[in-house]
């Protein structure tokens, strides 16, 4: 099966829970978040058409993403912060996902490497595709689905390295990494320096911020 770990590890976040994605209708919402996002500054004619070709990509393509490896763990993980009736448990309850974040596990855990991450480094996993709600911002979501994350990888898949990039000139994602113990891999790629030319800054978190931050 494509989720084969999905009931394992969940997380209450102040009255939410962040968990890996379960079900087709929340694939679907995540998929939905990201095409909101991406085509947030668009206000074309078409863009409404634009965003559903999106979702319908999105879907099959986290579908693929997801699946397991010869090894039993997905390549990826994507996990949800769900709020509202959805986290109460009922089966009756109305799916909100608030923002999700996908996890690219270690070598280690599925013997294929994870784009963004260095190539010498087997136990290093890579964070990416962090949206939230747009009505959901400015409550700490973003970061809880960083801190889930990071704790997922470590406790669940044994990454011992955490990577993500940030767009230099983007101050607002770059507080939300630092602030969750990011910090740059490379001191011969200062974040000043960087923002002048425009580039991606790769980040990197140690294991042991996670064990810090319990």
Not at 1 to 9: F, M, N, T
Not at 127 to 134: A, G, H, I, S, T
Not at 150 to 169: L, P, Q
Not at 175 to 203: I, M, W
Request: charged share 25%; aromatic share 6%.
């Amino acid at each position: 099966a494509a989720h084969a770990v999905e009931a394992q590890g969940s997380a209450s976040v102040g009255g939410s829970e962040v968990r890996p994605v379960a079900k087709v209708e929340e694939l679907e919402k995540v998929a939905r978040l990201r095409a909101e996002a991406y085509y947030e500054d668009d206000h074309s004619r078409f863009v409404e058409s634009f965003k559903q070709k999106f979702v319908r990509q999105e879907v099959d393509a986290l579908r693929e993403r997801t699946r397991a490896s010869k090894k039993g763990a997905p390549f990826c993980e994507c996990l949800v912060l769900l709020g509202g009736e959805a986290s109460s448990g009922g089966n009756g309850g109305r799916v909100t996902v608030l923002g999700c974040i996908d996890i690219r596990l270690p070598r280690s855990a599925t013997d294929s490497h994870p784009t963004g991450v260095p190539d010498d480094d087997a136990d290093g996993c890579y964070l990416l595709n962090v949206v939230v709600d747009e009505d959901a911002r400015g409550r700490g979501v973003g970061r809880e689905l960083m801190r889930a994350a990071m704790r997922r990888a470590v406790e669940t898949w044994g990454a011992k390295r955490m990577y993500t990039h940030v767009a230099a000139d983007n101050e607002v994602a770059f507080r939300l990494y630092t602030g969750c113990g990011f910090a740059e891999h490379s001191s011969n790629s200062a974040f000043g320096g960087a923002l002048q030319l425009g580039k991606l800054v790769l980040l990197q978190a140690d294991a042991g911020t996670v064990v810090a931050d319990a």
